[in-house]
């Protein structure tokens, strides 16, 4: 799990979800990042503004501690140490019960961590407490992809990118779902959009590998095999040859467009 977190949709050997935590966190993209920075209002020789200016600072203090913890709970979480991370969004959900973002995030960890029950009643917390939030959505759709309820997490994605139009990790996760439905024109439809989108907004995003890779396989499937073939070389170019941190998918995803295209071409 790292700042553009990704989770693996299971059984392993299917596609790869790509899943987000909400503000806070950042385990996902920078559209989940807010910014807590929040200037001090000048303080006037009189006791009522001066009272209102330590309240301010003790709000601001408490959010910085906020911070902290859901970075901590971030770091170990990367580290593999789930049962920690867990047990601190534990303490953020009990000093603020009304946190979908904490509820969120915690559900992301109970789902790495394997516990997918935990992680549904996280889900299903976050969107009670705020259902505009795009990203529980998206990592909600994950947990019903993984448990084979695909017209479900089919729905979910399509409620991320109708509150999000951007989340492109949304349009990648449909697509697939869709590609595993063997609805292959509606997936190439997800994928082109979102590389359009990309292209035209974020040239250098690294999920354009990603999705050169999953259209590719689309196209695979489908029998188009000098399309798979092309955008499996762009996927190679763009995907990393070592992995940023042990929860980057993008290594795996590369081996797997190798495998791939080894099988179109025996040489490769």
């Not at 909600?140 to 448990?147: E, V």
């Not at 063997?182 to 997936?187: L, R």
């Not at 999953?214 to 995907?239: F, M, P, Q, V």
Request: with cysteine; net charge neutral.
């Amino acid at each position: 799990m790292n700042v553009n977190a990704f989770s693996d949709r299971q059984p392993p050997s299917r596609a790869l979800h790509l899943a987000k935590t909400v503000s806070g966190m950042r385990i996902s993209s920078k559209f989940a990042q807010t910014s807590l920075r929040r200037s001090r209002k000048a303080i006037r020789p009189n006791g009522q503004n001066l009272i209102y200016g330590q309240a301010a600072l003790s709000h601001q203090h408490q959010q910085e501690s906020v911070l902290h913890l859901r970075q901590r709970a971030l770091m170990k979480a990367q580290q593999g140490h789930f049962a920690e991370a867990i047990a601190v969004f534990d303490r953020l959900i009990t000093a603020n019960p009304n946190s979908a973002i904490d509820y969120n995030n915690r559900g992301l960890v109970h789902f790495q961590s394997g516990q997918s029950e935990s992680a549904l009643l996280d889900y299903d917390r976050a969107l009670q407490l705020n259902p505009r939030l795009a990203n529980v959505y998206n990592n909600r759709a994950n947990y019903y992809a993984a448990a084979g309820r695909l017209a479900e997490a089919i729905a979910d994605y399509g409620m991320a990118i109708d509150l999000d139009p951007g989340n492109i990790r949304a349009w990648i996760n449909q697509g697939i779902t869709f590609r595993d439905l063997e609805m292959y024109e509606q997936a190439v439809e997800n994928f082109d959009f979102a590389l359009q989108f990309l292209l035209a907004t974020t040239a250098t995003s690294p999920l354009i590998g990603h999705l050169y890779a999953e259209r590719g396989r689309t196209s695979h499937l489908l029998g188009d095999w000098n399309c798979a073939i092309a955008d499996y070389c762009r996927a190679l170019e763009k995907l990393p040859e070592a992995a940023i941190d042990s929860a980057d998918i993008s290594l795996r995803l590369r081996l797997q467009v190798t495998n791939w295209l080894s099988e179109l071409i025996p040489s490769a």
